[in-house]
């Protein structure tokens, strides 16, 4: 007889791990306990050596389902002649324990709420060890019921008995709850409480074609019918949301496709227990109103991953699903909010007395040759550590000011916020800080040090300053590049890195995004950019490309060539150039985004915009698949440094427009260019050192 001491780290609370190590140790006829403790899961177990061994093997091999281990340690103790095994309360102490993400509904607790004669029918608030809210219901670690606000809800004799018995999926499942002393439903209209059944309320509504706020697992959402083009378009003018496309919810995947192409890895991501957003491409028969999706190809669609949610998609097809905010403010997610604000884009509330203790915006994934890629990194997948090979602090990384997200690191798990959003608005700021001090305590992780952007007047940087801590500002391509090569284990310090994006401050006091780095990711240095233009009128050219467009066409072609193009505003465009002459706020950037708004906006597609990318979105989805060609840039070496000179390519595209050649075509030639200076520049680097 032995007996060993198994501590198990990772995300192991929360997911069924103790019921697990109970149901094995019985089967193995082991001796001993398990608990839960802050630094994850502790076991004893005592019995015969081959039954141990078969225990560890397994415990390895075959955890549940949601679980992920990152660590197993075990030590051979003194036998204590054990009788039984049992699960003890958990332990108190320092946190050195992961949470698990919100996970999507079950197909248990869906045959459940679904079933006529299951106690739980139609309940809205079921779950089990395999799935429900943890993250966004979670203050405290460990993971006990009443460190959730699932605390104020006393079982029924029936809920205790499941969350107290091993072999039932619902032992230990914090949530747990049933319409006998769970949480419940209400519907309000005009700011009254209405008595009726909510389910049926919101059904009747939604069929009238109203807008309804919904309560879900993180916060609420705008919900309409994503068939009803009226719906859709009061939705957009009351949200102030123009042209951005909505995320949809469907059905079934049988639903799906019958709106969506759908390949075996997008079938896969869609089902999955994270139940993402994911971006598809619309069939031509795609039924949903035009609005919904305005001039973009491709629909952001998620399954129901609630209770609720399954519930009400049983009389609903395919509902608009977006965020329940104002503008750019964060998504509501207190019952006194939505009452407060949400009544001026929404008809009537459906919500309940479950308190979400933190908001949760869905995740967006997007599946590109069999790969699924994360756009927003959120719910079914925050707070699961991303791991460091070799970290050894704790370090603060605080995010740039456009769709902020914060990362906090301690050793080698690095611990990814959910999105935030810009930190233009004082709501989003102030969810920012507070999220960030819930980190700190819920990892037990105090900073050593701040990592920030190098631009001054970001919230973030601010931010950072005033933690009087060791302060590291970093380079905005240099944090890409540097993300990159930590994210395939690169390890060297000889590296290419071509970076294109939008906005970022610059070494020179520029505005880069349209960079080379060669280094690693200690440090780099930039070897490459894209020739200069100016903004002209500042940050009113990121929401207006036709003056990207009117400065690089000034550049390429000379003045009046280039005024000869802007006809429809030939004033504004003389001044805004003359004022661009005397650098009159025209700050001057490398940004490859601003050259996408720009060629978009030269080809028609996209002279102002409502939503980040759109003119590089709508001119991407332009392409014509047949057409043949390619514009180019060509590399000019100023002093050791390669200059991307877009003037030609310009030049060409307006030829090509004056000739008649469509903008899908245009698109393809443009696209094939930047693919071409990505290897061209590459080879130029490295023939270089």
Same mark, same amino acid.
């Given at each position: @007889?032995?007996?060993?001491?198994?501590?198990?780290?990772?995300?192991?609370?929360?997911?069924?791990?103790?019921?697990?190590?109970?149901?094995?140790?019985?089967?193995?006829?082991?001796?001993?306990?398990?608990?839960?403790?802050?630094?994850?899961?502790?076991?004893?177990?005592?019995?015969?050596?081959?039954?141990?061994?078969?225990?560890?093997?397994?415990?390895?091999?075959?955890?549940?389902?949601?679980?992920?281990?990152?660590?197993?340690?075990?030590?051979?103790?003194?036998?204590?002649?054990?009788?039984? #095994?049992?699960?003890?309360?958990?332990?108190?102490?320092?946190?050195?324990?992961?949470?698990?993400?919100?996970?999507?509904?079950?197909?248990?607790?869906?045959?459940?709420?679904?079933?006529?004669?299951?106690?739980?029918?139609?309940?809205?608030?079921?779950?089990?060890?395999?799935?429900?809210?943890?993250?966004?219901?979670?203050?405290?670690?460990?993971? $006990?019921?009443?460190?959730?606000?699932?605390?104020?809800?006393?079982?029924?004799?029936?809920?205790?008995?499941?969350?107290?018995?091993?072999? &039932?999926?619902?032992?230990?499942?914090?949530?747990?709850?049933?319409?006998?002393?769970?949480?419940?439903?209400?519907?309000?209209?005009?700011?009254?409480?209405?008595?009726?059944?909510?389910?049926?309320?919101?059904?009747?509504?939604?069929?009238?074609?109203?807008?309804?706020?919904?309560?879900?697992?993180?916060?609420?959402? #705008?919900?309409?019918?994503?068939?009803?083009?009226?719906?859709?378009?009061?939705?957009?003018?009351?949200?102030?949301?123009?042209?951005?496309?909505?995320?949809?919810?469907?059905?079934?995947?049988?639903?799906?496709?019958?709106?969506?192409?759908?390949?075996?890895?997008?079938?896969? =991501?869609?089902?999955?227990?994270?139940?993402?957003?994911?971006?598809?491409?619309?069939?031509?028969s795609c039924a949903v109103a035009p609005s919904t999706t305005?001039?973009?190809?491709?629909?952001?669609?998620?399954?129901?991953?609630?209770?609720?949610?399954?519930?009400?998609?049983?009389?609903?097809?395919?509902?608009? @699903?977006?965020?329940?905010?104002?503008? $750019?403010?964060?998504?509501?997610?207190?019952?006194?909010?939505?009452? &407060?604000?949400?009544?001026?884009?929404?008809?009537?509330?459906?919500?309940?007395?479950?308190?979400?203790?933190?908001?949760?915006? $869905?995740?967006?994934?997007?599946?590109?040759?069999?790969?699924?890629?994360?756009?927003?990194?959120?719910?079914?997948?925050a707070p699961e550590p991303l791991h460091l090979d070799g970290?050894?602090?704790?370090?603060?990384?605080?995010?740039?000011?456009?769709?902020?997200? #914060?990362?906090?690191?301690?050793?080698?798990?690095?611990?990814?916020?959910?999105?935030?959003?810009?930190?233009?608005?004082? &709501?989003?700021?102030?969810?920012?800080?507070?999220?960030?001090?819930?980190?700190?305590?819920?990892?037990?992780?105090?900073?050593?040090?701040?990592?920030?952007?190098?631009?001054?007047?970001?919230?973030?940087?601010?931010?950072?300053?005033?933690?009087?801590?060791?302060?590291?500002?970093?380079?905005?391509?240099?944090?890409?590049?540097?993300?990159?090569?930590?994210?395939?284990?690169?390890?060297?310090?000889?590296?290419?890195?071509?970076?294109?994006?939008?906005?970022?401050?610059?070494?020179?006091?520029?505005?880069?995004?349209?960079?080379?780095?060669?280094?690693?990711?200690?440090?780099?240095?930039?070897?490459?950019?894209?020739?200069?233009?100016?903004?002209?009128?500042?940050?009113?050219?990121?929401?207006?490309?036709?003056?990207?467009?009117?400065?690089?066409?000034?550049?390429?072609?000379?003045?009046?060539?280039?005024?000869?193009?802007?006809?429809?505003?030939?004033?504004?465009?003389?001044?805004?150039?003359?004022?661009? $002459?005397?650098?009159?706020?025209?700050?001057?950037?490398?940004?490859?985004?601003?050259?996408?708004?720009?060629?978009?906006?030269?080809?028609?597609?996209?002279?102002?915009?409502?939503?980040?990318?759109?003119?590089?979105?709508? #001119?991407?989805?332009?392409?014509?698949?047949?057409?043949?060609?390619?514009?180019?840039?060509?590399?000019?070496?100023?002093?050791?440094?390669?200059?991307?000179?877009?003037?030609?390519?310009?030049?060409?595209?307006v030829s090509d427009l004056n000739r008649g050649v469509s903008?899908?075509? =245009?698109?393809?030639?443009?696209?094939?260019? =930047?693919?071409?200076?990505?290897?061209?520049?590459?080879?130029?680097?490295?023939?270089?050192?």
């Open positions: @007889m032995v007996r060993y001491s198994v501590e198990v780290k990772g995300i192991v609370q929360g997911v069924g791990f103790r019921p697990f190590v109970y149901r094995l140790a019985q089967k193995l006829c082991l001796s001993g306990f398990v608990r839960n403790t802050p630094q994850g899961v502790s076991v004893e177990i005592e019995g015969r050596k081959s039954s141990c061994e078969a225990f560890i093997k397994e415990l390895r091999e075959s955890p549940p389902r949601l679980a992920n281990i990152e660590k197993i340690g075990f030590t051979e103790l003194l036998p204590k002649g054990d009788t039984g #095994f049992i699960i003890l309360s958990s332990s108190e102490g320092l946190c050195n324990t992961f949470i698990s993400p919100d996970i999507g509904i079950c197909d248990d607790c869906i045959s459940d709420i679904t079933s006529k004669s299951n106690r739980r029918y139609r309940y809205a608030f079921t779950n089990c060890t395999n799935c429900g809210p943890r993250f966004s219901i979670i203050n405290d670690i460990p993971y $006990d019921r009443r460190n959730t606000t699932m605390d104020r809800f006393l079982q029924c004799p029936a809920c205790s008995h499941e969350y107290e018995n091993p072999y &039932d999926r619902r032992f230990h499942a914090q949530p747990n709850a049933c319409p006998e002393c769970g949480p419940h439903l209400s519907f309000f209209k005009n700011g009254e409480y209405l008595s009726q059944d909510p389910i049926d309320l919101f059904n009747l509504c939604i069929s009238r074609g109203e807008v309804v706020a919904l309560k879900g697992i993180g916060g609420f959402h #705008f919900v309409c019918d994503a068939k009803n083009e009226e719906a859709v378009s009061r939705l957009r003018k009351r949200k102030l949301r123009y042209d951005k496309p909505f995320a949809v919810m469907m059905k079934d995947i049988q639903t799906v496709e019958e709106y969506c192409e759908l390949n075996p890895t997008e079938k896969k =991501v869609l089902a999955s227990p994270q139940k993402p957003i994911l971006l598809l491409k619309k069939k031509a305005k001039l973009n190809d491709r629909l952001g669609v998620m399954l129901p991953y609630t209770p609720l949610h399954c519930i009400i998609m049983q009389e609903n097809e395919v509902l608009v @699903m977006t965020s329940g905010n104002l503008s $750019d403010s964060p998504m509501v997610f207190r019952d006194e909010e939505a009452l &407060d604000k949400l009544s001026v884009v929404c008809d009537s509330i459906l919500t309940h007395n479950r308190c979400i203790y933190r908001r949760v915006d $869905d995740s967006v994934c997007f599946v590109i040759n069999e790969k699924n890629y994360m756009l927003r990194r959120a719910r079914g997948y970290g050894k602090s704790t370090i603060l990384a605080v995010g740039p000011q456009q769709k902020n997200t #914060f990362c906090l690191t301690k050793g080698e798990n690095a611990f990814v916020s959910s999105h935030i959003g810009d930190l233009d608005d004082a &709501d989003t700021c102030k969810s920012f800080e507070s999220e960030i001090e819930s980190f700190i305590r819920l990892f037990d992780a105090v900073p050593q040090a701040v990592a920030c952007d190098m631009h001054p007047d970001y919230f973030s940087t601010r931010y950072a300053y005033r933690l009087n801590i060791p302060l590291y500002p970093v380079q905005h391509h240099h944090a890409h590049f540097a993300s990159v090569l930590a994210e395939h284990g690169l390890k060297i310090d000889n590296a290419i890195g071509l970076i294109f994006d939008g906005t970022g401050y610059g070494e020179d006091g520029c505005i880069w995004g349209g960079e080379a780095l060669f280094g690693g990711i200690q440090e780099s240095r930039r070897v490459g950019h894209l020739r200069y233009f100016p903004l002209l009128g500042g940050e009113a050219a990121i929401r207006e490309p036709w003056r990207a467009a009117l400065a690089c066409a000034d550049i390429a072609m000379g003045r009046e060539t280039a005024l000869s193009l802007f006809k429809e505003n030939p004033d504004e465009a003389r001044i805004l150039l003359e004022a661009g $002459d005397k650098k009159l706020n025209s700050p001057l950037t490398s940004s490859m985004g601003r050259l996408f708004d720009a060629v978009a906006s030269l080809a028609g597609v996209c002279r102002q915009t409502s939503y980040e990318g759109q003119a590089a979105i709508e #001119f991407q989805q332009l392409m014509e698949k047949e057409a043949n060609g390619s514009y180019h840039f060509e590399i000019i070496n100023e002093n050791e440094i390669m200059i991307f000179d877009w003037r030609q390519l310009i030049c060409d595209i903008a899908g075509i =245009v698109s393809v030639r443009f696209h094939r260019a =930047v693919v071409e200076l990505i290897a061209a520049a590459a080879s130029y680097e490295r023939g270089k050192t």
